[in-house]
């Protein structure tokens, strides 16, 4: 069964830091690329943030300098570590899978986590 796993979210201060996992099991994690993706209440998807697969990892210009994505393989695991938090990054955040290279259309992710709420404070 796949399964993209996302965890980490909760409630931080403007300014404040919060490190989100996605854990991924059931397909070969090494064939596929991650992105980043969040939907605020009242707002259409937003994404990908963040997109490995592709060389250099891609950041829309939204969290470009504040987030980072990294990845650990021998974990089947990806990680965004999010600095410098703004209300407006108020949103789930979720991580999906594609097999497509530079995957920018949400349309192109075959593999979607559950989501996890993120809630920066003013």
């Known amino acids: 069964e796949v399964q993209l796993q996302a965890s980490g979210g909760g409630l931080v201060q403007t300014g404040g830091s919060l490190r989100l996992s996605c854990v991924a099991s059931g397909f070969t994690f090494g064939d596929y690329a991650i992105g980043w993706f969040r939907q605020a209440p009242g707002m259409e998807r937003e994404g990908p943030l963040c997109?490995?697969?592709?060389?250099?990892?891609y950041y829309a210009d939204s969290v470009s300098g504040r987030f980072t994505m990294s990845i650990d393989n021998a974990k089947n695991t990806v990680h965004l570590q999010m600095n410098s938090l703004k209300p407006e990054d108020t949103a789930v955040y979720y991580c999906?899978?594609?097999?497509?290279?530079?995957?920018?259309?949400?349309?192109?992710?075959?593999?979607w986590g559950q989501g996890t709420q993120v809630t920066v404070s003013s």
């Open positions: 999906a899978a594609t097999n497509y290279y530079a995957a920018y259309d949400a349309a192109r992710y075959d593999y």
């Open positions: 997109l490995s697969g592709i060389g250099d990892t």
